[in-house]
């Protein structure tokens, strides 16, 4: 009888928790409603977005679900298979909060499938016979089977319900697809985060580093092509005193459960980063590119938005920290050889930009090198001299020749990398972060602006890594600054 399976089904939760994920199998696709509708839309990183209306109590819609998880389980969740693609969503139309959204879409089925880019959802709806809108209806969805085919002939995809992770053959390469970079500004969100979680894990902040890690926070707060790792930087900065003291080092005090100390309560590019994977950088096999493709594409980005002024910080702050705390003993070495084989200052940002683009060059040639030999490459996304000529044909000069080495036109290469690590980088970013409108957001964005005015031009990074008293100083003026400041909006 159902009472006495119910009795079990409790009996045997206390003894196996195994038992509670079986009966209530893991949701995959996410449940949003009026309230969060616009905001999980507008954020998300995926290209595309699947919304289901649904009634929880239409037993069509419960037999429905086990196939909509199945495809969901491909593209959901930091476990996704292919992550960042497709946001699969649903929303619940017996739920009498969602009743002007559910006749925003004109839904009179359950369950009844949509499909658009997120943004066309965020504000938008849905009439039956309405020309020219970019939601469409998705109107062969009945098995997982069907769903996933509708979705394969609509992106012209190959993806299978029975793909296993980092079985990327979709993946296309970046290498003639200039526009692929604006799914970058995901990665450098992700880069920063997980930089600061590597920090924090294995201790890395001590008196004798502290000054470097306050310079690139400077430098981030100024130039972090992401909004809120701006603002995520500018909270670290302004309260590093109490973060990070000086006496760090002798002190247990600093550490939490987790041992990573105040810090460790931060999330410096927002709550939901990092996500787990990633987009512009992900490998076509396990354990290749990641990380260490988003702090390469983190550092560009920050060296073509720096102003001439401040090239020779950047420089330093960059080369202090990749020694520091870039935790891969073979890169920091030879980028510390590189940084130290610089003989005059730099003036200006386009030295600067090219002078890390050549240094990545030097990487990528004697890394091409011993991934061909070891095997231990890409071999979706073989090491290269970078620009290509598909991605910049103007770069190279009209004489020259691969095997007598590439003659170079600097000022091409200086304007494509202003372009592509600059506009084309955060294409997709700016459209979404104008329609924020929450409020502590523009008080911290003018806190950015205030601390990018007062610092930079001051040479104030130095100063506070020598005295951090006058940082205390610094910290209070910004925080009376920013409470008597009327908040101003976009800062892109
Ligand atoms: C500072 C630093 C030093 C490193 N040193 C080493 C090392 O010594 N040994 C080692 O094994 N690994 C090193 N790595 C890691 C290595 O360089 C790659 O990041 C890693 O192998 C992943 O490669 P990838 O194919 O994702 O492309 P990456 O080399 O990570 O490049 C990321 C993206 O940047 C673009 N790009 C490529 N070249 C350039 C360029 N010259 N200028 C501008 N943009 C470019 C491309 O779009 C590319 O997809 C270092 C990483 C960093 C951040």
Redo the contacts with the bound molecule.
Sequence with gaps: SPSRSLLRSIEDNNKNDNVVADLHPHDYAVDINVTNFDAVLRDTPATFAVVEFFAHWCPACRNYKPHYERVARLFNGPDAVHPGIILMTRVDCALKINNKLCDKFSVDHYPMLFWAPPSKFVSGGWKPKQEKNEIHIIDDARTADRLLNWINKQMGSSFGLDDEKFENEHLSS?VSDPGQIARAVYDVEEATSTTFDIILEHKMIKSETRGSLIKFLQLLVAHHPSKRCRMGSAEVLVNFDEFCPLDMDSTSKQENNDGKGALGNIQICGKEVPRGYWMF?RGSKND??GF??G???L??SLSVRIEDGESQFAFQAICEF?HNF?I?E??RQ??YEMCSSVSGPFNNTRDFALWL?SS??K??E??SK?EATLRTG?PK?P?MI?PPKQLCSSCRQSQSQENSGIQWDQDEVFKF?TDYYGKKLVSIYKDKNNHESDKSGAALDDLVVSTNAFVVPLGAALAIAVASCAFGALACYWRSQQKSRKPRKSWN
Excluded: Y
């Design positions: 970046n950088c290749t590119r260490s493709c702090l390469w594409v550092l560009h990749v870039f891969c073979e890169c030879h980028f683009w990545h060059n990487v990528n004697r890394l011993e890409d996304f090491k970078w990398l």
